[in-house]
Structures are given as structure tokens and as C-alpha cells.
């Protein structure tokens, strides 16, 4: 076999990234010492020649931005290594200098598998701390925003929802005391059974008692099954200024008394002020979407750098996704703090696999359309990229689908990639932010501020009004420490009030958890 080689800088370390070209970008990256393959950061065309350390490598094919070429002879069947880790299999020869997508490129994954703890992970040095301006509550939790939610216990009442919602707005100043007045609507709520139905309870419970709400108007129809004496079983002891609930089938103008009791919510919130808080009070989701060849080696290493910022403070994230974790998942299980967190870690991967597999669904059947287009070829090529928002530290918790956090530090969640889903599942297990990488571009937001990272510099630019943040300098002129450190900052501006794209647009989503049949 061909020897294989590195770039003009060597990676001693994946993702230890600087180059500084005075008149053009990066051509490509072979992202650590050990891969098979390098990933254009431009288009390349066919016949582009490469200095190698020991010669030259010419380009069989064009490769697009995101993809990957192969760095020397890969036999058919033999591993194909990205990441520094094996990214499938190759179903026929590949040629020194091809392309190498799902054309060429095969999964190598099976199905349930048995896993053996062996730690390797290590404690992160505390660091300077940091703070913002939040909203310090009674219950001891701390919010980034302080808005007034309408929250439907069924999709039957959502339009009364944004009605009371547009109504609200005209009737209560919305100023640095109450930010804003939002419903939020979903399809749920009757016609479930099972864990379908105890999702939607737990979750409309969970966001009840979150920390970006300065009051909640909980809406209820009255004859659903999650009907608001149900309800109140899970969520428990709640402020009775700051919470309210309003049957609509009690009321004649149910409207008005929603207002009302808005009305007396408003007049609580309305005193509330940021005040100083420290860093390690931040929960922060980790999400990707739309995710392209660049995510795994700009936005998603720069949002786990920035995680290990996070976690040297004392705070918190979270990391969900789990049949992403799928072909990577043993770097997350070997970084366990435990072998207790580690069996919660391997229950949590094949949980997943088995609902796979009762839905008689392929595990591996993941990269959509736009990942495909956009570089990624196979599952592990997207689970390898896309745990890297996982950093370096180690795994302190593993959480089940609306169950809220406990420890700090990084925790698993239980949650399917769904975008809309998946967000929604942080921000309900206490996530004040949510991060997204995104390589395409989403506009949507879950109900906590939703910042879009861009993997590359042309998306961020191109759509400025839906990107908060551009990763894509990591591979210009910036380190991913610039990079991690710029982005630690930004979130502690988000988190002291300023609003990301989304929330400008006024974007709100919840999406929940279905499993399971629709009576």
C-alpha cells in the first residue's frame, strides 16, 4: 500500500488546526495523523495536485466541498479511517486521489453490540471564572430570559393560544422587566397512549418549572386525556403567582380570563432583574443539524472546545442525539467518570438500538439527503463528526427522555436526531441555551434561544439572518481555541439578554417524543 502522508502542518493532536494563508483559503485537511483520507474545504477539480511529504498526489476526480479523497490505495473491504477512527469499509478498490462517498464507501456497523468499560478520560483544570446577567429564581434555578408562556396541554386549543398570545402583547408592556409573551403549540396532548402519553405529561410539566419562564398560563381544553387535574400530578409544588391554569370549557369568554390571569402573572414578573450570575450556573444543549463534510471538523470541535469551557467553569452540558452516537459511541463510553455512568451509557445506546429494531427500522439508515450532499457518508463518518460537540471532559450523567438534569458537568441524553425533537428534549431537561451546528442552515428555534453555528464561512454569510455564530474561521485564520473562546463569549452575551436570530423572528418550536400509536 502507498504510504500515506499529512498536510503541510502536522496533527499531532485531531482538530489542532491553524493556517494562515495570505492569499487563499485552506485547500484541504486531513484531520488526524493516522486517517486514510483528507476533506476538500474547497471545491477541487479533477487533475488539482497536492504536495505530499514525499512527492505529489493528483486528484482522479472533482471533489466538492465537504467530501473526501482518498490519500492512498484502500482495498476493497479494508477500513477507511477519518477522524483517526475507522468511518466504514470499502465496497471496491479505491484509487490513490478518488473520491470517496457512498458510491465507494459502506457502513461497517452491526447491531446490538457488547461493550467493556476501559476508562480514558481525565478531570479538565478549573479555569478562570466567568459570568453573566440572569435571573436568579426561588426554586435555586437560574434563567436567561424572563418571558410570559402560554402553554396548550392539547394541539385543540393552540389557535386560542396565539390569539391570547397576540392579544396579550397589545394589553402588556414588554420591556426589561417581562422580555416577551409567547404560546407555544403542539399537536399533543389526547389521543395517546403509553409513553406517549406520559412524554407529553413530563415534558409539559418540565417546561412549567423552567427557568427562562417568569410565569407560565397553562391552557387546557378540559375533556383531553392530559387534562389539567392529570397534569397537576406532575408537576407538583409550583409558585402560585407565576403559575397559572385556565380550562377553556369552564369559560364563557375563555380569552378574557386568560388575559386576566396574565394580567396577574405580569404583575410579578414585571419586577424581576438581571442580576450577576456565575458561570457555572449555564446549562447548554449541544445539537447538529443540516450537518455537512465541515461540520466534524469546524462548528461541532469549536462547540465541544467550548463545552470543556463550560464544564471548567462548573457548569453544565448536555449532548442528545443518540443514534448519532451510534459508531462512536465507545469514545463516550470510555470517558465515563464511572462504571456506573458507563452502564447507564451503554443502556442508553442499545435502548436505542432495540427501538430500532422493534420498528423493524436499519440502525445505521441515518445520513439524510442533505448530509450525503453535503460530504457525510455513512453513519460512523456522522457520529465521528458529530460527538466531537462532546469535548474532552468526562461523562458525569446519563439522562432518560424529560428527565431534568442533576449533575454538572457533560450528560447523555436520551433523544432521537430529530432536529425539532431533539432540541426540544435539552432545552425541557434544563438547557437555558441551545448550541446548533448546522453546515445548510435551519431557521427553526426551540422555546429556549436557539444559536446557529455555521460549519463554514459561505453559509454564514449567506444567510445572515438565520446564523448566529461562524465556526467556519477555524479552518481560515483562527485556532479552534479563538474559535471556542469567541463562541464562550457570545453565549455569555446571549445568556445576559441579547437575542439570536431566531428569537428576533420571533421562531418558537416544541416538538415531543411519538413513539407510539394515535387513538
Not at 487563499?24 to 476538500?40: E, L, S, W, Y
Not at 389539567?228 to 380550562?247: N, S
Request: hydrophobic share 40%; proline share 4%.
Amino acid at each position: 500500500m502507498t504510504q500515506c502522508w499529512h498536510h503541510k502542518v502536522p496533527y499531532n493532536e485531531t482538530f489542532a488546526i491553524k493556517q494562515k494563508l495570505e492569499t487563499h483559503m485552506q485547500d484541504f485537511i486531513k484531520i488526524n495523523q493516522g486517517d486514510t483520507v483528507a476533506v476538500a474545504l474547497r471545491p477541487l477539480p479533477a487533475g488539482f495536485r497536492i504536495p505530499t511529504d514525499g512527492g505529489e498526489l493528483t486528484l482522479l476526480e472533482d471533489i466538492p466541498q465537504g467530501h473526501k479523497f482518498a490519500l492512498c490505495r484502500i482495498e476493497r473491504d479494508a477500513p477507511v479511517i477519518k477522524y483517526g477512527a475507522r468511518i466504514g469499509c470499502a465496497k471496491e478498490t479505491i484509487e490513490r486521489g478518488a473520491w470517496i462517498h457512498v458510491h465507494n464507501l459502506r457502513t461497517a456497523l452491526g447491531e446490538v453490540l457488547e461493550y467493556r468499560y476501559e476508562p480514558d478520560g481525565g478531570e479538565l483544570s478549573r479555569s478562570e471564572p466567568a459570568t453573566f446577567m440572569g435571573y436568579k429564581r426561588a426554586d435555586g434555578q437560574t434563567g436567561v430570559r424572563n418571558e410570559i408562556w402560554i402553554l396548550p396541554t392539547v394541539g385543540c386549543v393552540n389557535s386560542v393560544a396565539r390569539a391570547i398570545e397576540a392579544e396579550a402583547k397589545v394589553r402588556f408592556s414588554l420591556d426589561q422587566g417581562v422580555e416577551d409573551i409567547i404560546a407555544f403549540a403542539h399537536p399533543y396532548g389526547c389521543s395517546q397512549m403509553g409513553d406517549d402519553q406520559e412524554n407529553t405529561r413530563k415534558v409539559l410539566a418540565d417546561i412549567i418549572h423552567h427557568p427562562n419562564a417568569a410565569g407560565v398560563l397553562v391552557l387546557g381544553l378540559g375533556c383531553e386525556n392530559s387534562n389539567i387535574p392529570v397534569l397537576m400530578d406532575y408537576v407538583g409544588a409550583y409558585d402560585t403567582a407565576r403559575v397559572k391554569f385556565l380550562q377553556c370549557q369552564d369559560f364563557k369568554d375563555e380569552t378574557e380570563e386568560a388575559l386576566r390571569l396574565i394580567g396577574e402573572i405580569y404583575e410579578t414578573a414585571a419586577s424581576d432583574r438581571r442580576e450577576v450570575c456565575d458561570a457555572s450556573e449555564l446549562v447548554i444543549g449541544m445539537k447538529c443539524g443540516g450537518s455537512d463534510g465541515l461540520s466534524g471538523i469546524t462548528a461541532n470541535p469549536a462547540v465541544g472546545a467550548f463545552s470543556d469551557l463550560l464544564v471548567a467553569q462548573g457548569g453544565t452540558t448536555i449532548l442528545t442525539e443518540v443514534p448519532e452516537m451510534f459508531g462512536a459511541e465507545t469514545i463516550l463510553m470510555n470517558r465515563c467518570r464511572d462504571a456506573e455512568t458507563f452502564e447507564k451509557t451503554v443502556k442508553l445506546i442499545n435502548d436505542f438500538k432495540e427501538y430500532f429494531i422493534r420498528h423493524d427500522q436499519t440502525i445505521y439508515e441515518n445520513p439524510s439527503p442533505g448530509n450525503k450532499k453535503g460530504g457525510i457518508s455513512t453513519l460512523e463518518d456522522k457520529s465521528l463528526g458529530c460527538t466531537q460537540k462532546s469535548g474532552s471532559a468526562p461523562v458525569c450523567g446519563v439522562l432518560q427522555y424529560a428527565e431534568r438534569v442533576k449533575e454538572r458537568g457533560l450528560n447523555l441524553l436520551s433523544a432521537p436526531g430529530n432536529d425539532l425533537v431533539a432540541s426540544t428534549a435539552l432545552a425541557v431537561s434544563g438547557a437555558q441555551i441551545v448550541l446548533f451546528t448546522t453546515g445548510r442552515g435551519t431557521p427553526f428555534a426551540t422555546f429556549v434561544p436557539t444559536v446557529k453555528i455555521a460549519s463554514n464561512s459561505r453559509l454564514a454569510g449567506y444567510k445572515k439572518g438565520w446564523i448566529d455564530f461562524n465556526a467556519g474561521e477555524l479552518v481560515e485564520t483562527k485556532t479552534k481555541a479563538e474559535v471556542a473562546q469567541g463562541l464562550f463569549e457570545y453565549v455569555l452575551r446571549v445568556a445576559s439578554g441579547e437575542k439570536v436570530k431566531s428569537e428576533a423572528a420571533g421562531f418558537h418550536d416544541i416538538a415531543i417524543f411519538k413513539q407510539g400509536v394515535t387513538l
